[in-house]
């Protein structure tokens, strides 16, 4: 049944053909390798090749870094306050390696950390580390749709929202499965709203049970339902679970976490259940009209949720 | 959720980011992110399965504009995403030449790309089968040849049955393919690993004499040693009585396969599964 539901307005998983994250281990200093071991010192190399000369198919007239840098900061970088003159082109190239970089790591949808980012990718570069992000930003929007936004302001972890609604039509395009599991979670959130943004754990298990999802209970699509409701989706940041006081034994609740509310919106969710009811969302007229508030917040700048990665 | 003009103005113009001297870069659309967006979620596709995405595309965001030619939207994109060091780059498949497509990183000349969805001794796997298929005359390393390596490889410890299973792994993902126990390079790999190749076996790797671009399988001159591409083959000597080696123009001895076809097959209704797989390995 579920697979009959419309597409969730949630983003889909995106496999991109980009260096990946043990690329941007610590790069090594530029030794030359002897002919023996060439080719494994090929691999290694081009394991930190974003932070040595690349051989780029365009044939880039010598970009070199400055001998002796390494990302441990050896040359003492913290020491001179001001970016040292960098070439456009070696700004460009960490431009593009924290592109790819956010691009795969959103692939996984854990909340990317600004930690992370600044350990992996962006090394010697630290001081600039804002001016690059907001750059990467910008390119993530234009090129490709997804818009770079801090999953909760002072968060310091952010997520790729995309800004091209999903249609039907492209799964059939789509060289993944999408998710399977964007069914499911839109079924929760469609109940946590309706039953006043916030649910009881047994609450949601009840619905579940209905739709033939148990949580002792493997399932052929979803695998380990309590994992993935309790678990997965909350380290997505799609739910939050959390404890009710005083309860003993110890009882939850589900809500809404920080990347459904940048995601999609309570008039969409409404839509959603509208849908499946064969409906119209107006049929809940108190849901109907919170759905309408937010909306109308939301068009209000001050107030919008999301926006672009805010300075530390 | 409506959206400013202002907003939507500001993406559909080129952005005040760091661009290259006299580079003219085109300009993006939602047409394009989302043709950019699907494309991803392959490692490679066919030209025909590119059309249609196109046309997807169109058909979401502007029904009413006319579909660009595939190659000028395609080069669109690309001068936009030369910035970002990849490209969207066309090749072709080497046992029959059907055009395809892939998004590839111009920027790095290592397998770091497969390193997100593999672990250390599992990419290690890899690169020992890839010796082994630069080294081979035909192209082709066999299973056995390849998990006798196992011992060798970096990290965890691997066992035999495991690896059978990373290679099966590969083949899904689309990096190699195999052939009745053997394994080569799928279309995908060679787009992706041609410059890191070349520059890591030197004097291994193999280029075709008609298109200069990485053999890995194809037929060779018995004479002069000269190889070509079976689909190079199969358009060079196209309706030739008497086909000859370019280089030395003696007999050419082996079996000129037919040159790729995408009309025929869609009429005939066969798909590439159906086919009798063509006798690649001609040396």
């Not at chain 2, 690309?78 to 060091?85: A, I, M, R």
Request: hydrophobic share 35%.
């Amino acid at each position: 049944m579920l697979s009959r539901l419309p597409p969730p307005h949630l983003l889909p998983p995106v496999t991109v053909p980009a260096t990946a994250e043990n690329m941007f281990q610590k790069p090594r200093r530029q030794d030359r390798p002897s002919s023996q071991d060439k080719r494994e010192k090929e691999w290694e190399r081009g394991a930190t090749a974003m932070e040595e000369a690349p051989s780029t198919s365009r044939g880039a007239a010598g970009f070199q870094e400055a001998p002796g840098t390494s990302s441990q900061g050896s040359r003492g970088a913290e020491a001179f306050p001001e970016v040292w003159p960098r070439s456009q082109q070696q700004l460009e190239l960490k431009v593009a390696e924290l592109v790819q970089f956010l691009l795969i790591k959103d692939q996984k949808k854990t909340p990317i950390r600004r930690a992370d980012i600044r350990k992996h990718v962006l090394g010697d570069y630290k001081n600039i580390f804002h001016d690059l992000l907001k750059m990467a930003a910008e390119r993530l929007e234009y090129v490709f749709g997804y818009k770079l936004v801090e999953l909760e302001p002072k968060s310091r972890s952010y997520i790729l929202i995309n800004t091209l609604e999903p249609v039907e039509e492209d799964a059939e395009f789509r060289g993944d499965q999408g998710t399977p599991t964007t069914g499911l979670l839109m079924s929760i959130l469609g109940l946590i709203f309706m039953k006043g943004n916030s649910v009881k754990e047994s609450e949601v298990w009840d619905f579940l049970r209905r739709l033939g999802v148990f949580p002792t209970k493997m399932h052929s699509v979803f695998g380990d339902p309590k994992k993935l409701i309790t678990q997965v989706f909350v380290r997505q940041r799609y739910l939050d679970y959390l404890r009710i006081p005083h309860t003993d034994p110890v009882e939850y609740e589900f809500q809404w976490g920080p990347r459904t509310k940048l995601e999609t919106s309570k008039m969409k969710v409404l839509k959603f259940v509208a849908k499946v009811h064969n409906q119209d969302p107006k049929d809940w007229p108190g849901q109907y009209l919170e759905a309408l508030a937010e909306e109308e917040a939301r068009a209000r700048p001050e107030t919008e949720t999301g926006g672009p990665p805010s300075s530390s | 959720m409506e959206e400013g003009r202002a907003e939507r103005r500001r993406r559909t113009e080129a952005p005040r980011c760091t661009q290259g001297g006299a580079r003219r870069a085109g300009v993006m659309t939602d047409v394009h992110r989302r043709f950019l967006q699907l494309l991803m979620t392959h490692g490679v596709l066919e030209e025909q399965a590119v059309r249609h995405l196109q046309k997807h595309c169109y058909n979401v965001h502007d029904c009413t504009a006319a579909v660009e030619d595939l190659e000028d939207f395609i080069n669109n994109i690309n001068s936009v995403l030369e910035s970002l060091y990849i490209e969207i780059k066309k090749g072709a498949t080497e046992d029959d030449g059907r055009p395809v497509y892939a998004l590839v990183n111009l920027a790095t000349t290592s397998v770091s790309k497969m390193s997100s969805d593999f672990a250390e001794n599992e990419l290690d796997l890899f690169r020992k089968a890839l010796d082994l298929i630069i080294d081979s005359e035909t192209g082709f390393a066999s299973s056995t040849n390849i998990l006798n390596l196992v011992d060798q490889l970096k990290g965890k410890k691997m066992r035999k049955k495991e690896a059978e299973q990373v290679l099966q792994k590969f083949v899904q993902d689309k990096w190699l393919i195999e052939k009745e126990g053997e394994f080569t390079l799928h279309s995908r790999a060679i787009l992706e690993m041609e410059q890191y190749i070349r520059e890591t076996y030197p004097d291994a790797v193999k280029i075709c004499n008609i298109c200069h671009s990485l053999l890995i399988q194809g037929q060779s001159c018995e004479t002069c040693g000269i190889r070509m591409h079976l689909p190079c083959v199969a358009k060079y000597f196209r309706s030739s009585p008497e086909p000859r080696c370019p280089h030395c123009n003696d007999y050419w001895p082996h079996e000129i396969p037919e040159v790729f076809n995408p009309d025929k097959e869609q009429e005939a209704g066969t798909s590439k599964l159906n086919k009798k797989p063509l006798r690649s390995r001609q040396h």
